[in-house]
């Protein structure tokens, strides 16, 4: 009797390590995953003043904000920022609920600072990971240029 409880009790444990490593290691992916992507649709958009990629990547359905007509009225207002000339380190905030919770999106949300030839900008980014894709949810570019 002893014998089978250790046998079991080992291979609860067994399983709940393995579940622990495998969510640790989804939960690497998944951070490097959204940064990676952020980083290449920021770039993208903010170097050509293109809503494009960020669109191409928005979340379905579209919330308001991140839908075309107003993004390229955004992006062409922002145009007066200049070229860009560098960026930021970028501050990440991540939130991937456990495996249990399968009912519950993960997240992720982005803040960094850019640098273009007539001002500075704020950009405010917001993330939600669906089926082991993420999707941009805000786009948000801050900046006292438009300010008035």
């Not at 014998?3 to 495998?22: D, E, F, K, N, P």
């Not at 191409?56 to 000339?85: C, D, H, K, Y």
Request: charged share 20%; no cysteine; proline share 5%.
């Amino acid at each position: 009797m002893k014998r089978i409880a250790l046998i079991l009790s080992s291979a609860v444990l067994v399983v709940v390590v393995a579940l622990a490593l495998w969510q640790n290691h989804d939960r690497g992916q998944a951070v490097e995953q959204a940064s990676r992507l952020m980083q290449e649709v920021t770039q993208a958009a903010l170097s050509d003043w293109d809503p494009t990629p960020v669109l191409a990547n928005a979340a379905v359905p579209t919330p308001e904000p991140m839908q075309e007509a107003p993004m390229v009225i955004v992006f062409n207002s922002l145009q007066r920022l200049g070229e860009l000339r560098q960026m930021g380190e970028v501050q990440m905030e991540v939130d991937i609920p456990p495996i249990w919770q399968t009912s519950r999106a993960a997240t992720a949300g982005f803040i960094t600072h850019a640098e273009f030839e007539y001002g500075n900008a704020e950009i405010r980014i917001t993330m939600e990971r669906k089926s082991g894709r993420w999707y941009f949810t805000s786009f948000r570019v801050l900046t006292s240029l438009l300010a008035a």
